[in-house]
């Protein structure tokens, strides 16, 4: 048991985690934001004992917060709860770190022919109109996801703790909410005729 989890225990009473999982099931936002904001340690402690990179360190903290989410009806004994999180969250971190010893290596020759790295003035002018109207575009979405995909998509983004908090997202959340703006964004790119897949 960590301590992470220990501290969870010594000050959540069953019953009042009882009633939060209810009320998460039941819809309710502010219980759902409670229990991450309670649990949030746990998880990321866990996950940050296997030194796993930044975007697989996120994925499985979102995937512990999912796997809660779907199974959240199904906890019987609420005051486990911390430990139910650290066990998914490390299933998620050996599952992420299985997928990554499967993985095929890359070839270490480099190709005979690589193409010309430099770039002509008439495609940086292309580049630079493109980039304009996609930011005019991401500025008509709702405040939230357009704060998230301009924290995102940054030369030098900021860490996922720091974006969820600039975006006003909880940190379970940023998944989720990336998405839907990015489908939405897809979709309002190819409303005014331009091709997202290009």
Do not use: K
């Not at 989890?5 to 209810?22: E, G, K």
């Not at 998914?88 to 290596?105: D, F, G, K, V, W």
């Not at 996922?160 to 997202?169: D, H, M, P, T």
């Amino acid at each position: 048991m960590t301590a992470a989890t220990r501290n969870c225990r010594c000050t959540d009473t069953p019953d009042d985690v009882a009633d939060l999982l209810a009320r998460a099931v039941g819809g309710d936002r502010l219980a759902w934001d409670d229990i991450v904001r309670r649990y949030a340690p746990v998880v990321s402690a866990t996950v940050r004992s296997f030194a796993l990179q930044d975007a697989d360190a996120l994925d499985a903290m979102q995937m512990t917060w999912l796997r809660l989410a779907e199974n959240a009806h199904q906890v019987q004994f609420p005051e486990r709860l911390p430990g139910w999180l650290a066990t998914t969250a490390r299933r998620e971190c050996l599952r992420i770190l299985s997928r990554t010893m499967l993985a095929p290596t890359l070839c270490d020759t480099a190709p005979d022919t690589v193409a010309d790295p430099a770039v002509g003035p008439e495609q940086r002018v292309i580049d630079a109109d493109t980039t304009r109207a996609l930011w005019d575009i991401v500025a008509e979405l709702p405040p939230r996801r357009r704060a998230l995909l301009r924290e995102l998509f940054t030369d030098h983004p900021l860490p996922y703790v720091e974006v969820a908090r600039v975006a006003g997202i909880p940190l379970g959340g940023i998944g989720p909410t990336r998405a839907r703006a990015l489908r939405q964004l897809r979709d309002m790119l190819i409303d005014v005729g331009l091709n997202p897949d290009a």
